[in-house]
């Protein structure tokens, strides 16, 4: 089976790549190589390579910039995965697109399920959110998988972010009151394989087992790493970001166990393996 990949060298595609390649022949395209907002250019690429599947990994997701840069943001993860889901329906491919837990506002007590109202709160969870919509509306078989709180190797996350400020201060401010699920994106890849395989359709979560805030993740970060640092909780209010953040995103995860047998493993599990 020929996978082709969109947004492949970002944190997803630099993680979960690896272990497609292992079943699959995967064809990695970023930007370079197709612009997914030309209609045309998808004609093209879809001629050439002749995948059986699209995963489309590309997104923007600076979540605070997107509060300025509406129509890029709209035309990058709304508008392009509705040109790519048409295509796939008029080629017969399949196809995945990966969202996230910004489409929720987050004042749910108990965890999401893929059936919940979605209500999001910033620019970037809207334009989430209406790709979604553009996607099921020109390919109703097609596969969305929402996940959060990704980290990996590659490029710059929290972990990398946090361990920096905290070995050059020897001190971290950190959100205490955002309640989510830290997700290894090596363990998207799993996932992703089984429902393909499976021939799945429709919202699927998926995060890693368990839930934290911010700061019980740096917490268990810097015990990990045996950091010695002055951890401070601040507010989201504190904190004082221009996009609203979910105060809790936690994902019930339930229906990828039913639908593929796949238990996702514990954000501490996951943890540890990315830093041993």
Known sequence: MKILTTGSHGLLGTNILPVLERSFTVIPYDIEEWDITDRDAGERTIRDIRPDVILNLAAYTNVDECEDCLSLADRVNAEAPGIIAKLCSDHNIK????????????????????????NPTSVYGLSKLSGEKKVLANCPDATIIRTQWLYGHGGINFITKITKIAREQGVAEVVNDQRGCPTYAKDIADPILLLIEKNRSGIYHVANAGSCTWF??????????????????ITSEQLNRKANRPRNSVFDCSRLFRDTGHRMRTWQDALHDYLS
């Open 95 to 118: 196809f995945v697109h990966i969202s996230t837990d910004y489409v929720f506002d987050g004042e749910k007590e108990t965890p999401y399920r893929e059936d919940d109202e979605t």
């Open 216 to 233: 019980d993740f740096a917490r268990e970060i810097f015990s990990c790493l045996h950091i010695d640092v002055v951890l401070k909780p």
